[in-house]
């Protein structure tokens, strides 16, 4: 083993910024893959830019992961072709696509220090020594950890330990860097500040990463854009303002911000607005949409984009059920009638009283319609 250990590194070319590793695109094309009767990624297909953030986002099952290891080359597609920087990898092996992978799991070498560790794929390409030596600094100087090289993994704690997985997926550049549930692991305020270091770098250097995630708010934080994934397929791809802001459909409104469900139907449309009235009684606004007067709708709101106000100024009014204090927000639940429960998250200093008789109201622009059948 190349020996890089040092108790305090010097960088070449220290207080200067890391060499830019520009990112690759990559393509995917009607991927497919089945085990046995059983669908696990049906037709997913997306154009990711170089140097952009994708995330998989979806609950178990979903063909997040799935999707994820066809990319890296450890499951062979059914059908369908994968493109990195217009080469065609879709039956390469794995080692041969060049890709970088970081897993929930750091899958450190515990014999060797953390220089040895991120030096180890460079080893196996053949890189001088020189070199070597030179990037795995750079590398480390660029998670924070330059005092750390001659350290073993033991001796680190769970960050310091995903940094240097990190570390060892970016020290020889790969075209696209893929992470599954990198994070998954760490505590909540150690996942918070390892979010902001990896956009910070995957900015800094122009990478290309997808990254695969169950977490919501994760995907909202790190993203370009999020494909949110259901039963092996892409239920819509965008940015997040877009996903949550209008959701094409019921499950990405749900699953991305936990949206309230109100049954309607369409009674009039103006020249802003489609005006639904509720089942619960209520005459609701929403932004204009290309409905059939009469038509049975599902009004889909989140609970941030929902006020407090007077009864005679709501879309709907209820007595509260619950409030629950989360620092600054208020979680509050009103029932509605007619078997409607409606959650609001709400200021603190306008949080109502349990058993308080309360109006809902939102911004028609923050409210999204679908269709339903017809129930005759």
Same mark, same amino acid.
């Given at each position: 083993?190349?020996?890089?250990?040092?108790?305090?590194?010097?960088?070449?070319?220290?207080?200067?910024?890391?060499?830019?590793?520009?990112?690759?695109?990559?393509?995917?094309?009607?991927?497919?893959?089945?085990?046995?009767?059983?669908?696990?990624?049906?037709?997913?297909?997306?154009?990711?830019?170089?140097?952009?953030?994708?995330?998989?986002?979806?609950?178990?099952?979903?063909?997040?992961?799935?999707?994820?290891?066809?990319?890296?080359?450890?499951?062979?597609?059914?059908?369908?072709?994968?493109?990195?920087?217009?080469?065609?990898?879709?039956?390469?092996?794995?080692?041969?696509?060049?890709?970088?992978?970081?897993?929930?799991?750091?899958?450190?070498?515990?014999?060797?220090?953390?220089?040895?560790?991120?030096?180890?794929?460079?080893?196996?390409?053949?890189?001088?020594?020189?070199?070597?030596?030179?990037?795995?600094?750079?590398?480390?100087?660029?998670?924070?950890?330059?005092?750390?090289?001659?350290?073993?993994?033991?001796?680190?704690?769970?960050?310091?330990?995903?940094?240097?997985?990190?570390?060892?997926?970016?020290?020889?550049?790969?075209?696209?860097?893929?992470?599954?549930?990198?994070?998954?692991?760490?505590?909540?305020?150690?996942?918070?500040?390892?979010?902001?270091?990896?956009?910070?770098?995957?900015?800094?250097?122009? =990478?290309?990463?997808?990254?695969?995630? $169950?977490?919501? *708010?994760?995907? #909202? %934080?790190?993203? /370009?854009?999020?494909?949110?994934? @259901?039963?092996?397929?892409?239920?819509?791809?965008?940015?997040?303002?877009?996903?949550?802001?209008?959701?094409?459909?019921?499950?990405?409104?749900?699953?991305?911000?936990?949206?309230?469900? =109100?049954?309607?139907?369409?009674?009039? $449309?103006?020249? *802003?607005?489609? #005006? %639904?009235?509720? /089942?619960?009684?209520?005459?609701? @606004?929403?932004?204009?949409?290309?409905?059939?007067?009469?038509?049975?709708?599902?009004?889909?709101?989140?609970?941030?984009?929902?006020?407090?106000?007077?009864?005679?100024?709501?879309?709907?009014?209820?007595?509260?059920?619950?409030?629950?204090?989360?620092?600054?927000?208020?979680?509050?639940?009103?029932?509605?009638?007619?078997?409607?429960?409606?959650?609001?998250?709400?200021?603190?200093?306008?949080?109502?009283?349990?058993?308080?008789?309360?109006?809902?109201?939102?911004?028609?622009?923050?409210?999204?319609?679908?269709?339903?059948?017809?129930?005759?």
């Amino acid at each position: 083993m190349t020996d890089l250990g040092v108790a305090t590194p010097t960088v070449a070319g220290a207080g200067d910024k890391p060499a830019a590793a520009t990112g690759k695109s990559l393509s995917v094309v009607a991927l497919r893959k089945t085990y046995g009767q059983m669908v696990a990624v049906e037709d997913a297909s997306m154009e990711i830019a170089a140097g952009e953030f994708v995330t998989f986002l979806g609950s178990s099952g979903s063909g997040k992961t799935t999707t994820l290891m066809m990319i890296a080359g450890f499951v062979e597609p059914d059908s369908g072709t994968i493109t990195v920087g217009g080469r065609d990898v879709t039956r390469l092996d794995p080692q041969k696509r060049n890709l970088g992978f970081v897993f929930q799991q750091y899958l450190l070498f515990p014999h060797m220090t953390v220089a040895e560790n991120i030096a180890f794929p460079l080893q196996l390409r053949g890189v001088p020594k020189d070199e070597i030596r030179r990037r795995v600094f750079e590398t480390l100087d660029l998670v924070g950890l330059s005092g750390f090289g001659n350290r073993k993994p033991r001796q680190l704690s769970g960050g310091q330990q995903q940094r240097v997985a990190l570390c060892r997926a970016l020290v020889y550049r790969p075209p696209v860097i893929l992470m599954d549930e990198p994070l998954g692991a760490l505590d909540k305020k150690l996942r918070d500040q390892l979010q902001t270091e990896i956009k910070n770098i995957q900015r800094e250097l122009g =990478l290309t990463v997808i990254y695969v995630t $169950h977490d919501q *708010e994760e995907a #909202l %934080v790190l993203s /370009d854009r999020i494909a949110v994934m @259901r039963d092996g397929r892409i239920d819509q791809l965008g940015t997040p303002r877009e996903l949550f802001e209008r959701p094409r459909t019921p499950f990405v409104a749900d699953f991305l911000g936990a949206a309230n469900f =109100l049954s309607g139907r369409v009674e009039h $449309h103006t020249d *802003e607005h489609t #005006l %639904v009235r509720l /089942d619960t009684g209520g005459l609701l @606004r929403a932004r204009q949409h290309a409905l059939a007067k009469g038509a049975r709708v599902s009004v889909a709101v989140q609970p941030g984009r929902l006020d407090v106000c007077a009864p005679a100024d709501a879309f709907c009014s209820g007595t509260v059920q619950s409030v629950t204090y989360v620092g600054t927000l208020v979680r509050v639940v009103v029932n509605a009638g007619a078997n409607c429960s409606v959650r609001l998250e709400v200021s603190a200093r306008s949080a109502p009283e349990v058993g308080g008789q309360v109006g809902i109201t939102a911004d028609p622009d923050n409210i999204n319609l679908f269709a339903v059948e017809s129930d005759g």
